[in-house]
């Protein structure tokens, strides 16, 4: 039996690398369409991901487990790459990381779902109390209700598919292991993946940078294959809401990176709603840990 600690230890390893995500992601979007991002990342570590579980000759899934790869892969692999490259096209990466932090409190629900658990009522409370204070923010620094941009839709979708595919990723690992688990759910989406890149290319050509193509570079081999190693082992190792909690420290790692590569301005109303997402979801999710009924 592994350690608690040693489950939270490998969930930061991956939340760290993840925190790179937002603001790489607003790098590549400079000179490379948001579909061949979101896409042409998926199909690199699918290469990857194949080789590697070649050459450990690793046992195929059984055909139940192929249909639960599919949720994983569309969550992780298809939703939330290519949701969120898109939205980050307009919205700052500061703005982006803030929407996101929601995802914690998100997957400590789906994980409620999925393994029919049966928390206490403030837990939905402070769950859904952290939904109205993302979408409020997100409205607020647009302008208000009337002004809720089409990239933090976006950004909400983006989440809602992390975290389906981060609760039953999680499950999977326990099963499978952990890297070979989102190597799987890689090699499933492959096919359409490459379809999309192809048809990303023809559509607009890339006119990156060297710069921006190593952002992408960073996205498709850490965000998309070798950060999901330590996080899916981590979930593995469990308690799986506790080592969600680690997650809460992503989207403040996400805008200090924000702040430091891209000069963004990290203005107060930014920090605050950072911080009053960031309470919602550890509200949300240290309920969870108390009281299972």
């Given at each position: 039996m592994l350690s608690v600690?040693?489950?939270?230890?490998?969930?930061?390893?991956?939340?760290?690398?993840?925190?790179?995500?937002?603001?790489?992601?607003?790098?590549?979007?400079g000179g490379l369409s948001p579909l061949f991002i979101g896409s042409g990342r998926a199909v690199v570590a699918a290469v990857l991901a194949g080789l590697a579980l070649a050459l450990t000759r690793q046992k195929p899934p059984t055909?139940?487990?192929?249909?639960?790869?599919?949720?994983?892969?569309?969550g992780v692999v298809a939703g939330f790459p290519l949701l969120t490259s898109f939205a980050l096209t307009t919205a700052p990466a500061s703005?982006?990381?803030?929407?996101?932090?929601?995802l914690p409190a998100a997957t400590a629900v789906a994980a409620v779902l999925r393994t029919r658990e049966r928390p206490s009522r403030s837990f939905w409370f402070f769950a859904a109390l952290g939904a109205v204070v993302a979408i409020g923010f997100a409205a607020l620094q647009n302008g208000g209700l009337g002004g809720l941009h089409p990239s933090d839709l976006l950004l909400f979708g983006a989440v809602l598919a992390a975290a389906i595919g981060y609760a039953?990723?999680?499950?999977?690992?326990?099963e499978l292991g952990a890297w070979q688990t989102v190597s799987w759910a890689l090699v499933l989406s492959a096919p359409v993946m490459i379809v999309l890149?192809?048809?990303?290319?023809?559509?607009e050509p890339p006119q990156a940078t060297p710069v921006q193509w190593l952002a992408f570079a960073y996205l498709a081999v850490v965000s998309m294959f070798l950060g999901f190693f330590a996080w899916y082992r981590g979930l593995a190792i469990g308690p799986m809401a506790q080592v969600s909690q680690i997650q809460l420290v992503q989207p403040v790692l996400s805008i200090l990176w924000a702040g430091?590569?891209?000069?963004?301005?990290?203005?107060?109303?930014?920090?605050?709603?950072?911080?009053?997402v960031i309470l919602c979801a550890a509200l949300a999710?240290?309920?969870r840990l108390r009281k299972d009924a």
């Open positions: 600690r040693s489950g939270l230890g490998w969930g930061l390893l991956g939340v760290v690398a993840f925190s790179f995500t937002v603001p790489f992601t607003r790098v590549a979007v055909m139940r487990q192929w249909l639960r790869l599919a949720v994983v892969a569309g703005h982006g990381a803030v929407v996101i932090g929601l039953e990723g999680g499950l999977l690992a326990r890149a192809s048809v990303a290319l023809a559509g430091i590569l891209l000069h963004e301005q990290l203005g107060a109303a930014t920090i605050l709603g950072g911080l009053a999710v240290r309920t």
